[in-house]
Nanobody, 121 residues
Framework: VQLQAFGGGLVQAGGSLRLSCAAS????????MGWFRQAPGKEREFVAL????????TYADSVKGRFTISRDNAKSTVYLQMNSLKPEDTAVYYC???????????????WGQGTQVTVSS
């Protein structure tokens, strides 16, 4: 499976960005999809995940109420709408695919290349 994330960029604090991740080479609707991020000098951390049907979502406390994960199985694409961005949201954002509904990085077998999000103060 190939995952291609895009939509990152530079935004001022308080602004919004929408990340997209297009999947190919696998039955997208069979996978749980997640977003993780890695800030400079830090380990990669969980951000959000969504179930196969999209009926269940889970968020890290740090983004709850500001970020929304969604998916379009017909387009094999998962999205991350990011509002009220803060400088501490600056990181490379990765989409991932797995078979277990989990916030644990090692439970995801497939990863995109990452897209940089930079939030200026």
């Amino acid at each position: 499976v190939q995952l291609q994330a895009f939509g990152g960029g530079l935004v001022q604090a308080g602004g919004s960005l929408r990340l997209s991740c297009a999947a190919s080479g696998r039955s997208f609707s069979n996978d749980v999809m997640g977003w993780f991020r890695q800030a400079p000098g830090k380990e990669r951390e969980f951000v959000a995940l969504i179930s196969r049907s999209g009926s269940s979502t889970t968020y890290a406390d740090s983004v709850k109420g500001r970020f929304t994960i969604s998916r379009d199985n017909a387009k094999s694409t998962v999205y991350l709408q990011m509002n009220s961005l803060k400088p501490e949201d600056t990181a490379v954002y990765y989409c991932s695919a797995g078979v277990v509904y989990s916030v644990v990085e090692r439970d995801y077998a497939y990863w995109g290349q990452g897209t940089q999000v930079t939030v200026s103060s």
